[in-house]
């Protein structure tokens, strides 16, 4: 059964630092997403990117974030300069049409600032 | 604005009991309504959802969920627990203002299934 698939599993980096995450979302799918859920707490919607670009991105989305498609199967979220509260788990999720209701996870990034 | 909650932080239950997650949900129009799952250090799974059509669903690992539209409820349910059904539930809805299919997720209740 096809999956998404997250790298790394646990990410740790220094304040200020750049980290990249990557995501390989099924390979029919069309909507891909990044969550995160920082420990104890709620996933909350980061980003949405469809047809190659962002339709929708949270308030929690500011400009230290991107996200890229760079070659037709990754899709990356990059945060340029990480503060202490992104430490959290991030999870990539993608949708095989609108008419597929049911976004599949993949098992998370956890990221720790220090 | 859409959102769902789910009351309960934890539930406990003994193996072999029956056991309810509850969520309710707020949202215009007809809701689009999904549980998920979470094991500890993993990924988020999906379980059933709600579109439309009949009120009650069934989902993966003999889960089954109930719409209810008059109290706005969906409430998560299995009349068999199990140990290993021991993890994290998110209920979620679909928010529909916009066309990115984003999910909305509650805070997640804690089943605790005791031997």
């Known amino acids: 059964e096809p999956e998404v698939t997250q790298t790394p599993s646990h990410q740790v980096t220094q304040m200020g630092q750049e980290v990249i995450l990557r995501c390989v979302p099924i390979s029919n799918h069309l909507y891909f997403y990044w969550y995160r859920q920082i420990l104890g707490q709620k996933v909350e919607f980061l980003v949405s990117?469809?047809?190659?670009?962002?339709?929708?991105k949270s308030e929690i989305f500011d400009d230290q974030f991107s996200v890229e498609r760079p070659d037709g199967s990754n899709f990356t979220l990059k945060i340029r300069s990480t503060k202490l509260e992104d430490s959290a788990m991030y999870f990539c999720?993608?949708?095989?049409?609108?008419?597929?209701?049911?976004?599949?996870f993949g098992p998370g990034t956890r990221l720790t600032v220090l | 604005a859409q959102s769902v909650a789910q009351p309960e932080d934890q539930v406990n239950v003994a193996e072999g009991n029956p056991l309810t997650v509850k969520c309710t949900y707020s949202?215009?129009?007809?809701?689009?309504l999904f549980w998920y799952v979470q094991y500890p250090n993993r990924g988020l799974q999906f379980l059933l959802k709600?579109?439309?059509?009949?009120?009650l669903v069934k989902g993966s690992y003999g889960f089954e969920a109930e719409f209810n539209k008059s109290q706005t409820s969906f409430h998560l349910k299995k009349p068999s627990a199990l140990v290993s059904d021991s993890a994290l539930y998110f209920c979620a809805v679909r928010d529909r203002s916009g066309a990115t299919n984003k999910l909305i997720f509650g805070t997640g209740t804690l089943l605790a299934v005791q031997p």
């Open positions: 709600y579109i439309t059509g009949d009120n």
């Open positions: 949202v215009s129009g007809n809701p689009y």
């Open positions: 990117f469809y047809n190659n670009e962002i339709s929708e």
């Open positions: 999720a993608s949708l095989r049409d609108r008419g597929y209701n049911e976004q599949f």
